[in-house]
Every structure is written in C-alpha cells, then in structure tokens.
C-alpha cells in the first residue's frame, strides 16, 4: 500500500511540475461490468460495480501523445456458484493505471485510444448470496493486483476550455488474486465520464 501511494504521489507530482506545458487535471466516475476467469466453479457472470477518481494528462510528445496515470477507487467483482450457492463477490481497490494515450485533435471532438497497466491495493471483499447473507473474505485474495487496460475514448470541447470525456476500456488481470487454491484474475468493461479541469 506505502509504495502504490508513493508512486501515485510522485506521478501526480511530476505532472503538477508540468501544469504550464499543457497538462490537465481530470475527475472521472464510471460503471465497471466485473467478472473474473476463475476455479473452482468456473468464470463468474458480470455483475455492475462502480469506479470513481483522479486523471493526470501530460503531453508526452505534442497534442499526440499523452502518459495518462489516474488514481481511482475501483469495484471488482462477479457472480458464481460456489458449494451449490450462488454468490456475488465485491472487491475493492485502490488502483493505479498508467496509461498511454494517442490522440487526434478533430476541434470540438478529440478521439483516442488508450491502454497500459493497471496496479491495484485491495481495500476489502465481501461475498453474500440471494438472501442477503454476507461474510467478509478480504483474506481469500492477495492485496496485490495487476493488469491490463485499453480502450478507446472521445472528448468533447467547450469554448470555456473544459473538455468532457467518455472511454470505454477492457481490464484483464494479469495476476492471480487467489490467496488459496484456485484462481481469480479479475477483468471486466468499463465506461467511464469525466472532465479535464
């Protein structure tokens, strides 16, 4: 957790440094359709989460390319049976992507594509079934997740210099957040909006 804040911080740090050379400063919030490739029990079906946070967009090599790092509260999750129960899973993240972006400048619409790692701390997980029992299974997974994103995204210019902006990203786990037997890498849609400060 100390390192995963560490590097936010000097991330953001290094784009406050850049603020005068074109860098913006975001909020986001989003809808993350979760599920997981995992066993026993087999993938889990999507269930809704949601995500909300901060982006950075540095200009890398003129109004092109961009390193866009974000720090976000994330919702993983799926539904799957387990001992003949069928039970939601909700994991909760701090999350770290960076991200690069190619952009095209089109004047009142900037479409681009993105993509890049995603580093995440786990808050927390619960798990409840159909009738609304719960128990707490943060000890199940490894604190530690990791994994790709990429997607593509438009933003949308306004005379006042605030620049709205939806994506639509794929995540993919690249680690096993099992901590016992069998496997969980989380992956899911997510369709995020946000604006550019």
């Not at 976000?72 to 039970?87: R, Y």
């Not at 210099?161 to 957040?177: K, Q, S």
Request: glycine fraction near 14%; aromatic fraction near 12%.
């Amino acid at each position: 957790m100390k390192n995963l804040i560490a590097i936010s911080l000097c991330l953001f740090s290094l784009a406050a440094n850049a603020y005068d050379s074109g860098t913006h400063f975001g909020v986001q919030v989003g809808m993350n359709q979760a599920s997981a490739a995992a066993s026993p029990g087999g993938d889990t079906a999507a269930v809704t989460r949601w995500m909300a946070g901060l982006a950075v967009e540095t200009p890398l090599v003129g109004s092109i390319l961009f390193l866009q790092p974000e720090l976000n509260f994330f919702q993983g999750g799926g539904e799957n049976a387990v001992f003949g129960t069928l039970a939601r899973t909700r994991l909760d993240y701090l999350e770290l992507p960076v991200q690069a972006k190619l952009a095209l400048n089109l004047g009142i619409i900037r479409p681009y594509a993105l993509g890049g790692l995603t580093f995440g701390y786990l808050l927390g997980s619960g798990a409840s079934d159909l009738n609304g029992n719960s128990i707490d299974t943060t000890n199940a997974f490894h604190r530690f997740d990791m994994g790709l994103a990429f997607g593509l995204g438009a933003g949308f210019n306004f005379p006042d210099e605030h620049e709205l902006f939806v994506n639509v990203r794929y995540r993919v786990g690249i680690t096993d957040d099992a901590a016992y037997a069998g496997d969980w890498r989380n992956r899911g849609f997510e369709i995020d909006l946000g604006m550019w400060l």
